[in-house]
């Protein structure tokens, strides 16, 4: 079975804390701060690996989780940083945000592309990065930022150069059995097969992977059938060849085949309804489809040199599909740039302004929003005098007090700053709840 579709829960590390020392070294006199900063947590990547070509590792493990930062140290030693985490995936997978993120997408193609999808917290600063001319000994330094963590939503979409599309029972894997090593389950009853196969086909000097898509059905693209859950493997075909029943073997209509698939596809995507195709007649081993090939070939509106009658049963006509097959692909621009390439995306792009801020009204309190104060919320040490003055200087300063005494802030109310509640006293400051 085909695993194409998982969903991960990924976590990077949090930042390490910042260290508040003082050197206390004989003969050393006015020794000052000199606590080291945290290591940076690690981040979480996701790393395009051409061996693999299913999701299946992701039934067994859903979550990640990348090491944290280590903690600063006395004498400015800086702690260590914690190591990214890389998360192979096939070539091919598409990544989606879940929830609030669910508008995010990003296609993973070619070998050496890595995402980044959680960034590791920032180190604390340690005392030392706040000593002044005119504060020399602070007493301060920040804990490590938190990680990031969020559900992704992984789809695969198989990398091949031609589809194979058709009702069931068409023969679409018994073709593709007959052109490549490729040994699919071939069975005389609709959806044997219940995965797409690949396999690859060698005409002369060229190759091709080619790829069997469960049959398609009428109302495919509304869910029936199979059809929904495969109809993406075709999105980055090149080439599509169209597998028709010639003899009717199931009592149905070649042409009404035909066209009932070509609808599900336009209703799926009329891109891909758009996409070059060539139609094989299969069966004409049989006496049924030979005797009604004629008649189809006029009535189905393709170009005669498309068309081909097939045998893939005995191998009738089979390769000579597989050259114009060949020969269309030399002419067809790729789909997609595979070349294998070292680049790293983002997931989240960084924001156009982190000190921008909202302040909402949440039940009886506040939630305020923003890049910056979030952050130095997280990093305060809200039981050390100094700390929780920097962060109340850092309102003023920002114009964030202003702005909740402007949205009606009064003595008592709840003030939510992502996982922190705090409450507004006078003065004003904000404490913990």
Not at 52 to 72: E, K, V, Y
Not at 77 to 82: T, V
Not at 330 to 344: F, G, H, I, K, V
Request: a negative charge; one cysteine or more.
């Amino acid at each position: 079975m085909l695993y194409d579709q998982a969903r991960i829960f990924v976590q990077s590390g949090k930042g390490g804390d910042g260290c508040i020392s003082f050197r206390r070294e004989k003969h050393v006199p006015y020794g000052g701060p000199d606590g080291g900063d945290g290591g940076r947590g690690g981040h979480v990547y996701l790393v395009v690996e051409p061996r693999l070509n299913t999701l299946l590792a992701f039934q067994r493990r859903q979550h990640f989780r990348a090491p944290d930062g280590r903690p600063g140290r006395s004498a400015r030693r800086h702690g260590a940083d914690g190591e990214d985490l890389e998360i192979p995936v096939p070539p091919g997978t598409v990544v989606r945000g879940v929830g609030e993120e669910a508008d995010r997408m990003v296609d993973l193609l070619a070998p050496g592309q890595r995402l980044l999808v959680a960034r590791g917290g920032r180190g604390g600063r340690g005392n030392a990065a706040f000593a002044t001319p005119t504060h020399q000994a602070p007493r301060l330094a920040e804990k490590g930022e938190p990680g990031e963590s969020r559900w992704l939503q992984l789809e695969l979409k198989l990398i091949a150069d031609v589809g194979l599309v058709g009702y069931p029972n068409a023969g679409k894997s018994t073709l593709l059995a007959a052109v490549s090593a490729a040994r699919p389950k071939i069975a005389p009853y609709p959806f044997t097969t219940l995965s797409p196969n690949l396999g690859v086909v060698t005409v002369g000097d060229a190759s091709f992977i080619l790829a069997d898509i469960p049959g398609l059905i009428e109302g495919a693209s509304q869910g029936a059938g199979l059809g929904l859950d495969f109809l993406r493997h075709i999105e980055r075909t090149r080439l599509l060849i169209h597998i028709l029943d010639g003899a009717g073997v199931d009592g149905r209509d070649p042409l009404d085949d035909y066209q009932a698939t070509n609808r599900e596809l336009a209703q799926y995507s009329p891109e891909l309804a758009a996409r070059r195709q060539l139609v094989a007649v299969n069966k004409m081993d049989l006496p049924a489809g030979r005797a009604r090939y004629e008649t189809l070939r006029l009535e189905l509106p393709v170009p005669p040199e498309d068309i081909f009658p097939i045998s893939a049963a005995t191998g009738e006509g089979v390769w000579a599909l597989m050259k114009r097959a060949a020969a269309l692909l030399q002419e067809l621009p790729p789909a997609y740039d595979l070349t294998p390439r070292q680049e790293t995306l983002l997931f989240v792009p960084p924001p156009a302004d982190e000190r921008a801020f909202v302040v909402e009204r949440e039940g009886e309190g506040f939630r305020l929003r923003g890049i910056q104060v979030e952050r130095l919320a997280a990093m305060t040490d809200f039981d050390n005098e100094e700390a929780a003055d920097r962060f109340q200087r850092f309102l003023r300063a920002s114009g964030i007090e202003e702005a909740l005494q402007q949205a009606g802030i009064r003595r008592g109310d709840v003030v939510r700053i992502g996982s922190l509640e705090l409450y507004w006293q006078e003065g004003p400051f904000l404490e913990d709840t």
